[in-house]
C-alpha cells in the first residue's frame, strides 16, 4: 500500500517554543492531506485539512494561529505548533489520500507524539 | 445521532478465536469502507478497503458490507496475540467529498 511519512516522531520541547512536524506521500501525490489529534484512549479528532497550494481549513475549534499548517508541494504537508503549551502534549498524526484509489484510500503516518515541558 | 457508532470494547478472546468487529453508520451515501488496525502509540494501519456492498478477504481478514443495514463488520480468523490492537472502521463517499467518518475505534487483545 502507498506509505506516508511522518517525522519527528517524538519530540520533547520546552513550553513557549515552536515544533514543526513533516508529513510525507512518499509514492503519490496528496493534493488534500489532513491532519490529527488524538489524546490517549481516544479516537482520532480532525484538527484540519490541508490543501496543496491553499489555505488549510480548520476544524471549529481548533485555533489556525497556533497549529500552522503549509502544504507547498503535493507531497509534503507541516504542522507547526507554534508557542507550544503542555496542553499541547498529544499524539499528532497525519493522513493523505491517495488519488490512484478507487474512492481514494486515506493512508496515515506513524504519528508525532508532543511532549511540552 | 453520529455519523458512525462502533462499540469501544475492550474486546478480550483466547488465541485461534475468530473475532467479529462492527460498526453502524447512518449516511446511506456511504460507498467507501476501510478497516483501519492501529498500536499503541502508533499511526493507524489500512488493513481493509471495500466499495459499495459484498465481502473482501485477505488472508486472516474478512471485510463485509451491508448497506441495506448501514452495517460493516471485520472479521479475524485464527487470531493471534499480535492482532492485539484497537481497530478503527472508517468510511466516505463521493457526496462527502475529501470527508472521512470514523469510529471511535475498538479495542481488541488476544490472550496467548
Known amino acids: 500500500g502507498a506509505v506516508v511519512s511522518q517525522h519527528p516522531s517524538r519530540v520533547i520541547c520546552k513550553s513557549g517554543t515552536s515544533v514543526k512536524i513533516e508529513c510525507r506521500s512518499l509514492?503519490?501525490?496528496?493534493?488534500?492531506m489532513f491532519w490529527y489529534r488524538q489524546f490517549p484512549k481516544q479516537s482520532l479528532m480532525l484538527m484540519a485539512t490541508?490543501?496543496?497550494?491553499?489555505?488549510?481549513?480548520?476544524e471549529q475549534g481548533v485555533e489556525k494561529d497556533k497549529f500552522l499548517i503549509n502544504h507547498a508541494s503535493l507531497t509534503l504537508s507541516t504542522l507547526t505548533v507554534t508557542s507550544a503549551h503542555p496542553e499541547d502534549s498529544s499524539f499528532y498524526i497525519c493522513?493523505?489520500?491517495?488519488?490512484?484509489?478507487?474512492?481514494?484510500?486515506?493512508?496515515f503516518g506513524e504519528g508525532s507524539r508532543l511532549t511540552v515541558l | 445521532q453520529k455519523e458512525v457508532e462502533q462499540d469501544p470494547g475492550p474486546l478480550s478472546v483466547p488465541e485461534g478465536a475468530i473475532v467479529s468487529l462492527n460498526c453502524t453508520y447512518s449516511?446511506?451515501?456511504?460507498?467507501?469502507f476501510m478497516w483501519y488496525r492501529q498500536y499503541s502509540r502508533k499511526g493507524p494501519e489500512l488493513l481493509m478497503y471495500?466499495?459499495?456492498?459484498g465481502n473482501k478477504e485477505d488472508g486472516r481478514f474478512t471485510a463485509q458490507v451491508d448497506k441495506s443495514s448501514k452495517y460493516i463488520s471485520l472479521f479475524i480468523r485464527d487470531s493471534q496475540p499480535s492482532d492485539s490492537a484497537t481497530y478503527l472502521c472508517?468510511?466516505?463517499?463521493?457526496?462527502?467529498?475529501?470527508?472521512?467518518?470514523f469510529g471511535t475505534g475498538t479495542s481488541l487483545t488476544v490472550i496467548p
Open positions: 493522513s493523505a489520500r491517495d488519488p490512484r484509489g478507487l474512492g481514494g484510500e486515506l493512508f
Open positions: 509514492d503519490f501525490q496528496a493534493t488534500t
Open positions: 490541508s490543501n496543496e497550494g491553499s489555505k488549510a481549513t480548520y
Open positions: 449516511n446511506s451515501a456511504f460507498q467507501y
Open positions: 471495500t466499495y459499495s456492498s
Open positions: 472508517a468510511m466516505s463517499a463521493r457526496s462527502t467529498g475529501n470527508q472521512f467518518y
